[in-house]
């Protein structure tokens, strides 16, 4: 055990010190290095490394048909247009950071969150420069959204997915929507208002430019002929079709218990006839991001050396999170370790500690509430500093080569009350429904 626990321990503070430090090597090549230990040291062996890897086979599957809708939405300019159309929407620059907020915070249920704040940023740094905006609060206020709104769907960002196909939870989109769609509705409504509060008065001195020439409104689908851009770019069919097969067909299977298709599996379909249709394929595989590939499946067989080598157990004896027997105080405990363990590791591999600690606690297909209460726990942590989720380490990155810093204190002045907020009417709802 003292092995795995070196090990692990090691690899985590590596992931710390590299978020803290912001330097050295990116988080999926510390989880690499520490795969590797975890086999060259005998804590797992090879062929129990590749079951590993092999059992969450459809976690990488689905993240890499999400990457390769992500890759092709961008490339085609949908992902810039949807965004520039929101924008457009605003009447007021002091409601710039509500609209904002709820309208980032609905795309990010359905378009992986990290792939969204890497087509967010340069839009909302080239507003700022046009409008003589201080770029700050949007790209807070766009760190802030991504976070609330991918709460809401299994596809929303990694850590939902883990959790969506780890869990054994039957019809997961059904599951999550039935629980986190009153919530998260709440929490986009009321998290728009705090940041209208926040943000208003700094975004509010454009005003009279902004009212004397008012900027031109794109419409939402262009007036070009729909066969070409689906000729040239698949994605923006194929994207929101998959999107309405996945979501049919999962909530139509949960409300008939009739046969349930893998939600990997459609999603898989529709990236593997986008690629097939698409005239660079080449050039759309290249953008899919592999290194969190990598990271996932280095971070599987990290966490099954822990298991094999007792560290998960130990982990689990130590963590004050209540069994299935005792529901609210569960959800109280699973929320509350969520926000602090994010911060320490990132919410992607505290999930991946958490989901065997939690079977090890008996809680399995029969305790949804649990599941969803880990995924958006995790998640919501996000918005308590920089260190909680990647997709805030990827807007501090992209704002720091245009030359913008957002330092930690900033982050938290305004994170940690939304968290607060968030977080509070995620228990309310949770504690309510049980």
Known sequence: ?????????????????????????????IFVAGAFLTVASGTLSVPAASIAVAANLSILVFLFSLFVFAAGLERAGALDHVARWIVGRVRKPGDLSWMLFVAFGVLAAFVLNDALVLVGVPLLLTLARRTRLPPEPLLLTLAFSVTVGSVLTPFGNPQNLLVSLESGMRGPVATFLRYLLLPTALNLAVGGAYLRFRFGKALTPVAAPAESSPPTRLRLFPDRPLLPILRSSPA???????????????????????????????????????????????????????????????????????????????????????????????????????????????????????????????????????????????????????????????????????????????????????????????????????
């Open 1 to 29: 055990m003292a092995v795995a626990a070196v090990i692990f321990g090691g690899t985590l503070a590596g992931v710390v010190a590299r978020q803290l430090l912001r330097k050295g090597p990116p988080v999926w090549a």
């Open 236 to 434: 923006v069919g194929l994207f929101p079709v998959t999107m309405v097969v996945m979501v049919t067909t999962d909530v139509a299977a949960s409300v008939t218990r009739g046969p349930q298709v893998p939600l990997y599996a459609i999603a898989l379909g529709g990236a593997v006839v986008t690629l097939l249709a698409s005239p660079g394929r080449k050039a759309l595989l290249e953008r899919v991001d592999w290194s969190i590939l990598l990271l996932f499946a280095a971070l599987f067989v990290v966490v099954a050396g822990a298991v094999a080598g007792g560290v998960v157990g130990a982990v689990e004896s130590l963590l004050p999170i209540s069994g299935p027997a005792e529901p609210i105080r569960g959800v109280a405990s699973i929320l509350l370790t969520s926000l602090g363990g994010a911060q320490l590791v990132s919410n992607v591999p505290w999930v991946g500690l958490q989901i065997p600690a939690m079977h090890g606690l008996g809680y399995g297909p029969g305790t949804p509430w649990a599941w969803v209460a880990l995924a958006a726990g995790s998640t919501l942590a996000g918005n308590v500093t920089l260190l909680g989720a990647a997709s805030n380490l990827i807007v501090v990155e992209e704002a720091e080569r245009a030359g913008i810093r957002i330092g930690l204190r900033t982050f938290v002045r305004y994170g940690l009350p939304l968290a607060g907020l968030t977080v509070a009417i995620l228990f309310a709802c949770l504690a309510f429904g049980l």
